[in-house]
C-alpha cells in the first residue's frame, strides 16, 4: 500500500513511524505547511516527501492520513473525497456544525470511507468496559464518572484555536461514553471555571469543566476535565451499577495518591501525556484504517460519530455560557 500523511507535528510524526513500521504499507509520504519539518520526519521514518497537498493527493495513493491543524481538517477530507481517497482524520471533523456536515457531504457524494481518530475506542481498558457493559456484568448501570485531565495547559496561541475545552478535550468523553454504553446523551448541564492562568480568560475559554450528562436509559454520567492536573496525565472512567463496579485507567502510573493507611505509595513514574498513555490505542486504530482500506474490516469509527460527538459538546459549552440545562437534539 501507498499510504499519505499530511501534517507532521507531534501526532503527525507519531503516525508517520506507525505506518511506516507497519508490514502493509510499503511507501509512505508525508507533507507538511512546514515543508523542513516534513523532510525532518519523513528522513526519520523512511519516507517520501511531498511538496503540497496537491502533489500528495495526485501521487497514485491508496488512502491519505489526516493530522493537520484543525482549521484545515473539513477542507483536507473533502479533497481526499474528491480524489476518491479513503481518509483517516484526527478529530475533529470541524469546529462547528455546518463545517462538519460539509465534509460528510462530500465524502459521501463521493462514496469514499472517512474513519475519526477517536483512540480511546481502540484501548484495552475502555474495550473490556464495553464487553462488560454489553454483557450485563454491572446489572443495571446507574452512574458513570470521567475524568481527562491534562498535566499542564496548551500554548497560549492554541487557545483561541482549539474551539475550547468541551469540544478540544471533553469531547474524548462524550464519545467514549456513548461507544461503551450504546446509549445517547439526551441532556447536558455545565459549568466551568476560568480561575487558573488569564490566557483562559483572554481567549474565552476555561481550564476546567464539569459536565452531568444524562443518558436516554437515566444513567448518569459525570465528566470532568481540566488543562492543569500537576501531578501528571490522568484519563479514566468508572461504571456503577447495582451488581458491580469497574474502573479505566486505574493501573500503576495513574497520577494518583491514596491517603489511605497502607495504600500503595506515589506511582513513580506517572503518565506524563496522551501519546505515552495511549500508544498501543493509537498504532491500533492505524492498524484498523489499514485493514478497512484493504476491504478486511469494516469502518470502526466512521465519520459521522464526530458529529453526534460535537453536538453534545456544542450543548455542554451553550450549558455553561447560559447557566442551564440544554437538551441535545
Not at 462530500?106 to 484501548?123: I, P, Y
Not at 478535550?169 to 441532556?187: A, F, K, N, P, Q
Not at 493509537?282 to 476491504?295: I, P, T
Request: charged residues 25%; aromatic residues 4%.
Amino acid at each position: 500500500m501507498r499510504i499519505g500523511l499530511i501534517g507532521t507535528g507531534r501526532i503527525g510524526s507519531f503516525h508517520a513511524g506507525v505506518l511506516a513500521r507497519h508490514p502493509e504499507v510499503g511507501s509512505l509520504v508525508v507533507a507538511d505547511a512546514d515543508p523542513a519539518r516534513a523532510e525532518a520526519v519523513a528522513v526519520a521514518v523512511g519516507a517520501g516527501t511531498a511538496p503540497d497537498v496537491e502533489a500528495l493527493l495526485g501521487g497514485g495513493l491508496d488512502a491519505v492520513v489526516i493530522s493537520s491543524a484543525t482549521a484545515a481538517h473539513a477542507e483536507l477530507i473533502a479533497r481526499a473525497a474528491r480524489a476518491g481517497l479513503p481518509a483517516f482524520c484526527e478529530k475533529p471533523i470541524a469546529l462547528d456544525v455546518p463545517g462538519t456536515l460539509a465534509a460528510l457531504a462530500a465524502v459521501a457524494e463521493a462514496g469514499t470511507e472517512l474513519q475519526l481518530g477517536f483512540m480511546r475506542r481502540f484501548d484495552a481498558g475502555y474495550r473490556a468496559a464495553k464487553e462488560a457493559v454489553r454483557a450485563g456484568r454491572l446489572g443495571r448501570l446507574h452512574t458513570i464518572r470521567t475524568a481527562t485531565s491534562d498535566p499542564e495547559p496548551p500554548p497560549a496561541a492554541y487557545l483561541p484555536l482549539s474551539g475550547g475545552l468541551f469540544r478540544d478535550c471533553m469531547v474524548h468523553d462524550v464519545d467514549i461514553v456513548r461507544w461503551v454504553t450504546g446509549r445517547e446523551v439526551v441532556e447536558v448541564y455545565a459549568r466551568g471555571s476560568d480561575a487558573g492562568p488569564a490566557m483562559f480568560r483572554e481567549a474565552g475559554d476555561v481550564d476546567t469543566a464539569a459536565a452531568l450528562l444524562t443518558l436516554d436509559d437515566g444513567t448518569l454520567v459525570t465528566a470532568t476535565a481540566t488543562r492543569c492536573n500537576g501531578a501528571g496525565y490522568d484519563v479514566r472512567m468508572e461504571l456503577a451499577g447495582d451488581r458491580d463496579q469497574l474502573a479505566v485507567g486505574l493501573d500503576e502510573r495513574t497520577p494518583l495518591t491514596s491517603l489511605e493507611p497502607h495504600s500503595p505509595a506515589a506511582p513513580p513514574k506517572p503518565w506524563p501525556g496522551f501519546l505515552e498513555r495511549f500508544a498501543p490505542a493509537y498504532e491500533a486504530e492505524l492498524d484498523a484504517f489499514v485493514r478497512l482500506v484493504r476491504g478486511e474490516a469494516a469502518n470502526p469509527c466512521d465519520g459521522r460519530e464526530a458529529l453526534a460527538a460535537l453536538r453534545i459538546a456544542d450543548a455542554c459549552e451553550r450549558s455553561r455560557r447560559e447557566h442551564r440545562p440544554v437538551r441535545v437534539g
